[in-house]
């Protein structure tokens, strides 16, 4: 089962990488980027009150 939600999500970054036309280290810089804005919103909203 595991398995199978592994490839779909590979699918998805394929399909989404040639959607956007962008590499794998594009996709690399972009989960980087929404990660340190959805750390600064978490940040933002619960620790720092």
Not at 16 to 25: A, C, D, Q, R, V
């Amino acid at each position: 089962m595991i398995q199978n939600y592994i490839d779909w999500e590979k699918r998805q970054i394929e399909w989404w990488k040639e959607k956007l036309g962008i590499s794998e280290h594009g996709v690399a810089w972009i989960s980087f980027i929404k990660g340190i804005l959805v750390g600064l919103i978490v940040y933002h909203f619960l620790i720092n009150l």
